[in-house]
């Protein structure tokens, strides 16, 4: 009887997850099986592939230099973004998880009010910024400070700016819950033994929070290298990402199965940096233990 009962749950508990596993099935693993197949058919004219398979989609992009600068040049922008996330989000993340509760409300808001305007609008937002005729460049042209207008977009300091500012509220959040979930008495400790400020944050309040540190930098970075609309935008054609091409590939010259092996690569080389970076993260949490 207790065995009977014992399979009797297990099978409700099957049944629960069933709804969410059938979604997942249909809309990610079916699709990313498509995506794996297409990456080695033949490439047509004027039909998505043609008969036959072949490994030439991926020696295209392993062995053409011009892809693989696309592709370092996309997890450069993709690092430099998680990096400048994590110094301008983590003095926010502990202000809010911190400071005075009676402003905590107005933080939050003006914290998570970027995304409630559409990516594409930020985007434009940036370009009205940053543009040879922008609002930044005329000011400094108009005060004297500079004689002719900084180069602010089509290059990757443009797309690192505006992506910094997409991405941010994906750095904050989870650093904030990890501060929030660390006792104030362990600052309040480190202190009365003769700690410092800065002490207190590099030895005890960093160390503490990296679980948070690991899962915003995991977020930021798999959406800085996947970002199609910021790039393309304030990159313009002179700044080519992997997330770019495969647009191109797929829409304009219609090469599927070459587009489907640029998101297979990068997709496989993007899960393998945010594993290294997750394993390196851990085994710091663990010394630290």
Known sequence: MAARRMIGRLGARHLLILPAALVLLLFLVVPYFNIILMSFRQPGQGVPYAAGWTLANYGKYLFDGFYLGQLVNTLWIGAVTTFACLVIGYPVAWQLARGSAAWRGLRYGIVLAPLLVGIVIRSYGWTILLGNNGVIN??????????????????????????????????????????????????????????????????????????????????????????????????????????VSVVDALIDTFQWPFGSALALGLAIIGGACVAGFARATRMKWATRQ
């Open 138 to 243: 005329r000011t400094l042209v108009g005060w004297g400070l500079i004689e002719a207008p900084l180069p602010l977009m089509y290059n990757g300091l443009g797309i690192i700016i505006a992506l910094t500012h997409v991405l941010l509220p994906f750095m904050i959040l989870p650093v904030m819950g990890a501060i929030q979930g660390i006792d104030p008495a362990l600052d309040l400790a480190a202190r009365s033994l003769g700690a410092g400020r800065r002490s207190v944050v590099w030895r005890v309040l960093l160390p503490l929070s990296l679980p948070g540190v690991q899962a915003g930098s995991i977020l930021v970075f798999v959406l800085a290298i996947s970002a199609y609309v910021t790039p393309a935008l304030i990159g313009g054609l002179r700044v080519k990402t992997v997330a």
